[in-house]
């Protein structure tokens, strides 16, 4: 199968953002919480308008997807944040009105985000610039183990190494196979805290994974 690595365009989020939902399965709490009902359409498009505001404004945003030359399909897409001059303001996620269908929802969604950033936010405010995040890496699963996702990491870790960053990113337990492979070593591993009224819910652990200066 051949490969290519490009940026998307915008009008190719309607078309990725259904497959990014479908590679995460429901199996990411802190994904169901912050980019909620993306196994549904409404939620999808939901989430398609909230990247693409991200992408505006913020210019430390950089996408790009791996396509299979032959078919023209989109196979897989990454989203990392490349921050060269000025450390991010540690905001907490937000969204338009009707993103959460209650408060409670957007309350757990916004503490499983607090504790998700906790290791990148003392990282960056620890370390020196550049350092670029990782944030979104999802391959479709019937072409998962074919090489996409280590294309999709290449694009990252080419440029880290052209500009001298170091890479960061909350690995999944299924990503950070992947992210070993292209130099990342685990920092700390632990489960997403959030306040007592929320402990029934599904748990996730993360791999906080920092990738080193090549300089
Ligand atoms: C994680 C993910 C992006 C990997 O993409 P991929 O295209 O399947 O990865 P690759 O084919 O490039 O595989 C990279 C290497 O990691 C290994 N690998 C991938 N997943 C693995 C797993 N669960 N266990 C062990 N090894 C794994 C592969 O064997 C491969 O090693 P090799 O090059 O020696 O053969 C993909 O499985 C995915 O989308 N998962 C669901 C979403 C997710 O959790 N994303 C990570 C968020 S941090």
Known sequence: MPLALGIPTDDEFQVFVPMMFEAMGGRSEFVNAVWPDGHTKE????????FLFLKQIDPSTRWSKVTDTDTGEILGVA??????????QEMIVDGPPGTWKNDDEKEF???????????????????????IALNIMTVA???QYQGVGTLLQKWGTDLA???????????????RWLYEKGGFVVQRHHL???PQKFQGRQQQRIFFMTRPRRS
């Not at 916004?110 to 550049?130: A, T, V």
């Open 43 to 50: 939620g999808q498009e939901m989430s398609v308008q909230r």
């Open 192 to 194: 997403l805290e959030v």
């Open 109 to 131: 969604a916004q503490e499983i985000f607090k504790s998700f950033m906790e290791e990148r936010w003392k990282f960056i405010r620890e370390n020196d610039l550049p350092i």
């Open 141 to 143: 699963p019937k072409h």
């Open 79 to 88: 989203q990392w944040n490349v921050y060269e001059d000025a450390k991010p």
């Open 161 to 175: 190494d052209k500009i001298g960053a170091t890479c960061i990113v909350e690995a999944t337990v299924e990503g």
